[in-house]
């Protein structure tokens, strides 16, 4: 008779969300205890910060509404038009462009060396790389590498802030938005050597390119997430996180690059 009661109780299914069938030991509560990194991402939201979700999805929604209609039909267009090495090389063109606020936020964290490489990279891609069409520095061992001012505000101490959807834009929190408007203003260098209006060129120029070279990535990211907007905030919040700390093992930018591209200083 004890031999069949345990027979049953060996054999029945186990509830995971009954705690008496898990076996959770007081070690496994210390593991986030040892990384405050790890602990930072601890939780169902994965510890991000959040507070307006509600307005967040409301304006993810409309970020995802204008790209699917207007945004991503013109890439489509571009695409179609511009043939993969000319985007490419429109590109490498802003990228270079960009590198003049990357060296100005290297001195600003105290990065030196960091200075001297992007340095580097803007010589050799302006003279050899034709005015930054072609990425001549990478191939020389001078790889491509972002800052921002609000990296800068993150190295300093200055804390992320709350998550949230800027219109158009898309993910963002207090502190880089607010890097991502400094820069905007002080940072760029059209500014100083243009009429304003050709700021504008560019920047439509820019991200339209970035639009169409995201087309298969953004269509396979959207068919594969269950949750598009948990996705994409996670994607975000850990890539910045990483940033900042300059962490070596740093995920491959991939939600990312959907809505911010970081690299070129703005999103759609």
Not at 67 to 79: N, Y
Not at 92 to 111: M, P, V
Request: aromatic share 14%; hydrophobic share 35%.
């Amino acid at each position: 008779m004890s031999d069949a009661s345990e027979t049953v109780a060996d054999d029945r299914e186990i509830d995971p969300f009954d705690e008496d069938d898990l076996d959770v030991g007081d070690d496994d509560d210390d593991l986030f205890e040892e990384d405050p990194y790890l602990a930072e991402l601890e939780g169902e939201e994965g510890g991000i910060y959040d507070p307006w979700e509600g307005l967040n999805r409301k304006t993810f929604a409309f970020n995802e509404w204008a790209d699917r209609w207007f945004v991503e039909p013109l890439a489509i267009g571009w695409d179609t038009v511009v043939p993969d090495p000319a985007q490419r090389g429109v590109d490498n063109f802003f990228e270079n462009i960009n590198t003049t606020r990357r060296i100005a936020n290297d001195l600003l964290q105290g990065k030196p060396g960091k200075a001297g490489d992007d340095f580097g990279r803007l010589l050799v891609n302006t003279t050899f790389g034709i005015a930054g069409l072609f990425d001549v520095a990478t191939d020389l061992g001078y790889p491509a590498a972002d800052e921002d001012f609000g990296q800068t505000l993150g190295v300093w101490g200055t804390p992320a802030g709350p998550y949230f959807v800027i219109p158009f834009l898309g993910p963002s929190n207090v502190r880089d938005a607010g890097g991502l408007a400094f820069e905007s203003f002080v940072m760029t260098p059209e500014y100083y050597f243009f009429p304003f209006y050709v700021s504008y060129i560019s920047t439509g120029t820019r991200l339209l390119n970035d639009r169409a070279l995201a087309l298969e990535t953004l269509r396979a990211e959207r068919a594969a997430a269950f949750d598009f907007y948990s996705a994409v905030r996670s994607a975000y919040v850990q890539y910045r996180e990483n940033q900042v700390r300059d962490r070596a093992d740093a995920p491959e930018e991939t939600d990312e690059d959907l809505y911010y591209f970081e690299d070129d200083d703005e999103a759609y």
